[in-house]
């Protein structure tokens, strides 16, 4: 599996979430956040300034683009043979590229979509279980009091 933007909120628990299901993981993010990664778990990092994995020629079973940044036909060429191509934000050509690409492919292109709060309930106590386990765990680099909790948002938008 390879996680594009691996380095963020969401990107941090997708990397712990694979390799506690046991798949092995190639983490895509800037070279501040590699070390991080590895620590999380991830068997493999590219440098995104550096490297680009949709031209490698590596295939992968499962990409998950939690940023949105790779290019979607080169994403999807880098997927194996009923490979599934996850998007965690994706913008109206994704969206209509990925369902028409679902149809006459053995690739499929799934679109995250937002749910009711009581629809994640057992996702939450999974996670819930993980965390006290001491299976997953939050990674914060930063506090901020309630008050600025816009501020808060805006500094994760900036991917550090």
Known sequence: MLINGAGGSIGTFAVQLARYFGAEVTAVDSAGKLDLL???????????????????GQTYDVIFDVVG?????????????N???LLANPG??????????SRRSSKQV???KARTASEYTEDF??????????????????????AQTAQAHRYVETGQ
């Open 110 to 112: 799934i679109l995250w």
């Open 38 to 56: 590895c620590a999380l778990g991830a068997d493999q990092v590219i440098n995104y300034t550096q490297e680009d994995f949709t031209k490698s």
């Open 125 to 146: 106590k999974f996670l819930t279980e993980l965390t006290e386990a001491g299976k997953i765990y939050s990674v914060i680099d930063r506090s901020y009091p309630l």
């Open 92 to 101: 109206l050509s994704q969206q209509v590229r990925g369902r028409r690409m």
């Open 69 to 81: 940044t790779s290019s979607f036909s080169r994403s999807v060429r880098s997927l194996t043979h």
């Open 83 to 85: 490979g599934r191509y």
